[in-house]
């Protein structure tokens, strides 16, 4: 009787070793997985990193022309300059009118800030030329 106890408690703890070199060597492959592709993830992540910081910079240089042309424009109508044509309000609101989207919608996403505000920018860029020509 105690033999076969002591036979059931071998086979458990060889069960539970083999369980564990298991866990060990699925362990081990996953390290050499990690460590065979640290460097093309490592290069993965610093390019998306310097595409973030471009886009940041672009973004906050957007958002600066931006503020400077509708202070522009504000000033402009606070001094009751001569109506404008109805074509330069129209594309003025175009512009303006998905940046109040996101400002409405509580949008987080820094990416959709940036797009949003660079296409804005270039719209009014090139409105202020044309009005200036």
């Not at 800030?113 to 296409?119: E, Q």
Request: positive net charge; aromatic residues 10%; hydrophobic residues 50%.
């Amino acid at each position: 009787m105690e033999i076969q106890a002591l036979l059931g408690q071998v086979q458990w703890l060889l069960i539970a070793k083999g369980i564990l070199v298991f866990i060990m060597i699925t362990f081990s492959f996953m390290a050499l997985y990690v460590a065979a592709n640290a460097r093309a993830w490592h290069l993965t992540l610093s390019q998306t990193e310097d595409v973030c910081n471009q886009l940041r910079d672009m973004s906050m240089f957007q958002g600066t022309v931006l503020r400077a042309q509708l202070s522009e424009f504000a000033e402009r109508l606070r001094k009751g300059e001569p109506r404008q044509d109805p074509e330069f309000a129209k594309t003025l609101l175009k512009t303006l009118s998905p940046v109040a989207m996101l400002l409405l919608s509580k949008e987080r996403s820094l990416l959709k800030w940036s797009f949003t505000a660079l296409a804005a920018g270039q719209n009014l860029f090139s409105l202020w030329k044309r009005k200036k020509s």
